[in-house]
């Protein structure tokens, strides 16, 4: 079965300051990754996938996620951190029949001035 | 011209009743989900339907019934509520095939409270 562990329920960074999340994947067939961020009271809007491509992916809003298959990670990052980037992120990895998404925990980042 | 929308918001409601919370999306989309967010913000999925036929049922109790009228609808009933159903429910819509590579595209949620 698939499943996502997202460390850390919390991260905070100041403005400006470098954003990583991280994401561990457990899949058994050649993984499709995915991040999500969910804004206060709202639904999820995807930030970027990973379907077998290159293993860098650019996303949305300066995101980007680098699959590493030896460590079985999927960590976002960002430069630069803005106010606005404030929301909870979520982690997916698709099911076996590419079907479903089974979502991480989630990690709330908190951007302070 | 919300691509996905939900009706109602907010959901207060007494054990034991039944209640609908209805989905549209305006895309053109083939498939539609509807999923739980728990209190822990844990998000799975409960149904998918692609042309207005079922293909996904993830093990939720038969109290829940989605219903597709069109496949630009997706409603969910819930009969005789539970206070574990106290949860906020997204509706998801994607293009074509049912498959993640179509990106999924969420409406605002429908926040259900069970008392």
């Known amino acids: 079965a698939q499943s996502v562990t997202q460390l850390g329920s919390h991260v905070s960074v100041s403005e400006g300051a470098l954003v990583l999340l991280r994401c561990n994947y457990s899949?058994?067939?050649?993984?499709?990754l995915f991040w999500y961020v969910q804004y206060p009271n709202q639904g999820l809007q995807l930030l970027l996938k990973y379907t077998s491509a290159a293993t860098l992916v650019k996303g949305i809003n300066g995101f980007e996620a680098e699959f590493k298959k030896s460590e079985t990670s999927f960590h976002l990052t960002k430069p630069s951190a803005h106010m606005s980037d404030a929301a909870e992120y979520f982690c997916a990895v698709a099911n076996s029949g590419y079907s479903t998404l089974t979502f991480g925990k989630g990690t709330m980042l908190l951007v302070s001035p | 011209d919300t691509a996905v929308s939900q009706t109602p918001k907010y959901l207060v409601t007494q054990m034991g009743n039944d209640k609908s919370i209805k989905c549209e999306q305006n895309?053109?989309?083939?498939?539609m989900y509807w999923y739980k967010q728990d209190s822990k913000k844990f998000l799975k999925i409960m149904f998918s339907?692609?042309?207005?036929?079922?293909?996904i049922n993830e093990t939720v109790p038969n109290r829940f019934s989605p219903k597709s009228p069109d496949k630009a609808h997706l409603n969910l009933h819930i009969n005789s509520l539970e206070l574990g159903d106290s949860a906020v429910y997204f509706c998801?819509?994607?293009?074509?095939?049912?498959?993640?590579?179509?990106?999924?595209?969420f409406g605002p949620g429908t926040r259900l409270t069970v008392l």
């Open positions: 339907y692609n042309n207005k036929e079922l293909i």
């Open positions: 998801a819509s994607s293009q074509v095939s049912g498959l993640v590579t179509d990106t999924q595209y």
């Open positions: 895309l053109g989309h083939d498939t």
């Open positions: 899949s058994s067939v050649p993984p499709y």
